[in-house]
């Protein structure tokens, strides 16, 4: 199954749909996803990779645990994840290695601001062929 996402409207909110083979894949399409409802996002400079190190009680958390540091690192530091490396991603840990890139503002085109990835409707699921997350983002 190749990796990927799509947007569906939610009250007030927007949905991300997620589906890909394995846990760790989730990771890139759920990122690109978070992105597009952001808007048109071109990357810039190159920045230092980063270590995300997340410990939970379920994969759907820390999920959305893992877009939550991305868009945090996205709206303090204006940076974008461009790869995902070394990804681990099982009920109870998620880490990875990201690499980023600063926002290129004169190319970039904001659609919306995103506040937050809620809890909200949060599931990953296994599904044939892989897994499949859905998450809600309050915009």
Do not use: C, N, W
């Not at 940076?79 to 980023?100: G, K, M, N």
């Not at 503002?105 to 904001?110: C, N, V």
Request: aromatic share 6%.
């Amino acid at each position: 199954m190749k990796p990927f996402f799509e947007l569906f409207d939610h009250t007030a909110d927007m949905g991300i749909r997620v589906r890909a083979a394995s846990l760790p894949e989730l990771l890139a399409p759920a990122g690109e996803g978070l992105y597009a409802v952001i808007g048109d996002l071109e990357p810039g400079q190159t920045a230092e990779p980063l270590t995300i190190d997340l410990t939970g009680d379920d994969a759907p958390v820390l999920l959305r645990d893992y877009l939550a540091e991305i868009l945090t690192l996205f709206d303090r530091d204006a940076r974008i994840v461009t790869s995902i490396e070394d990804a681990v991603f099982t009920e109870h840990r998620l880490t990875a290695t990201i690499q980023t890139a600063t926002l290129d503002a004169q190319r970039s085109d904001l659609h919306r601001e995103v506040k937050a990835v809620t809890y909200h409707g949060l599931d990953v699921r296994s599904i044939p062929g892989g897994f499949e997350a859905t998450l809600i983002v309050d915009i």
